[in-house]
């Protein structure tokens, strides 16, 4: 080959010594190629090209240095902005710490705000929960109260349906004929007749059986002093029973001409003329006034009253029957009560209801010993001191 060409191919190839320097320099980039023509193979013979070959590989690649140096100069400038930002950003200035710690605390206060709008809206749920909950038992216990209302209101019209009935069916027995009295009967009585007692009820054949009160025929019956208790019973259709428990005289005063008899409990049954077959008892204390039918004795003759009972009960658990020979008690003085034997003709000095047991004792010993003397016996002494005694009658 001549010497100029040889001339140009040294200088090709220092030249592309040179620029291979520069693409190793380069090659750091992601975007060069491995090429064999740039680089050095130890041992193996560089076969040369056609020159026109070769300076059209060299006007590529001066294309591509072109290229891939305005590429590394952008890379260099774009490199030289970012080390200028962050030798902004990490520079110590003070406006530009007052910046970051202005962005961290509103990073800080941006983090704590969700916090809370994390805690509130957890809250908010809850509180939603509970409200539904709270809704839920209230909406219960308005159902369960709904349903008691409807109970009462029911249960309410049902009695008033059977109110209805039975008021009606009262209304129907007031009007019907087929509960018209048609018999009264009356038990327990007597003393006092039936008739008598039929009309102090106040009763009616042909009277409707629910036209009448109990309690008014009861007062009505008990208008009469020997009425104790009254009990009235309705036998329907149309029967009536009136059961009566009468008090029994056992007692009789003397009231100027007339007789008057007294129950055990000093209730005044009745006053008559014709006498009773009673002991009579005088020197009681009651006004006159007081001597009605049905009206009780006074307190203090109540009381020598109760001291009777106790010395009838006394002479009658004697055994000799002597409180059926009794045919008067003198109450004048509650210390010296005395009784009178008509059949026997004697009077006993009992004195007052001390040791009744013994003074009956010293009466029945009286009694038999002195059986056909008429005379007194005299009980009201000391008997832990004194003797009784019998004075006959002279």
């Known amino acids: 080959m001549p010497r100029a060409t040889n001339e140009k191919l ?17 090659r750091k980039t992601k975007d060069d190629k491995f090429s064999f023509d740039d680089e050095i193979v130890i041992g193996l013979k560089r076969i040369d090209e056609p ?3 070769l300076q059209e590989k060299a006007t590529k690649k001066k294309k591509n240095n072109k290229k891939n140096n305005k590429k590394n100069k952008q890379t260099a400038k774009d490199n030289v902005k970012v080390k200028n930002k962050n030798i902004k950003e990490n ?14 605390s509103n990073y800080e206060n941006n983090e704590e705000d969700a916090e809370l709008k994390n805690k509130q809206n957890k809250a908010k749920l ?18 369960i109260k709904s349903k008691k209302k409807r109970k009462i209101i029911f249960r309410v019209i049902k ?9 009606g069916g009262i209304v129907y027995a007031m009007l019907s004929p087929i509960f018209n009295i048609q018999g009264i009967t009356v038990n327990g009585n007597s003393k006092i007749s039936s008739e008598t007692i039929v009309s102090l009820s106040g009763l009616i054949i042909d009277q409707n059986i629910f036209s009448f009160r109990t ?3 009861i007062d009505g019956i008990k208008q009469n002093a020997y009425i104790d208790t009254v009990d009235v019973k309705r036998k329907f259709p149309d029967q009536v029973e009136l059961s009566v428990k009468e008090k029994v005289a056992t007692y009789m005063l003397t009231y100027g001409n007339a007789y008057v008899y007294l129950n055990n409990q000093g209730y005044i049954l009745e006053i008559t003329s014709e006498k009773g077959d009673f002991p009579t008892i005088t020197g009681y204390e009651t006004p006159t006034e007081q001597i009605v039918e049905g009206n009780r004795l006074s307190t203090t003759d109540l009381e020598k009253l109760n001291d009777v009972l106790k010395i009838m009960e006394a002479i009658s658990s004697g055994g000799n029957k002597i409180d059926s020979q009794i045919t008067q008690i003198d109450i004048t003085d509650n210390s010296n009560y ?3 034997l008509g059949k026997a003709k004697k009077k006993i000095y009992l004195g007052d209801t001390t040791n009744l047991s013994t003074k009956v004792l010293w009466i029945n010993k009286f009694m038999q010993e002195e059986e056909k003397n008429e005379g007194t016996i005299y009980l009201n002494v000391d008997l832990n001191n004194d003797r009784p005694y019998f004075r006959e009658k002279v």
């Open 10 to 26: 040294n200088k090709s190839s220092k030249s592309k010594k040179k620029t291979n320097r520069n693409v190793v320099v380069e």
């Open 51 to 53: 020159a026109n070959k």
């Open 91 to 104: 520079s110590f200035d003070d406006s530009n710490i007052i910046i970051k710690s202005k962005y961290m």
């Open 126 to 143: 809850n509180k939603n929960k509970k409200t539904t909950n709270k809704n839920y038992k209230n909406n219960k216990k308005k159902q």
């Open 159 to 167: 009695w008033l349906i059977l109110l209805g009935i039975v008021i």
């Open 215 to 217: 309690s008014d025929v």
């Open 338 to 340: 005395i009784l009178t």
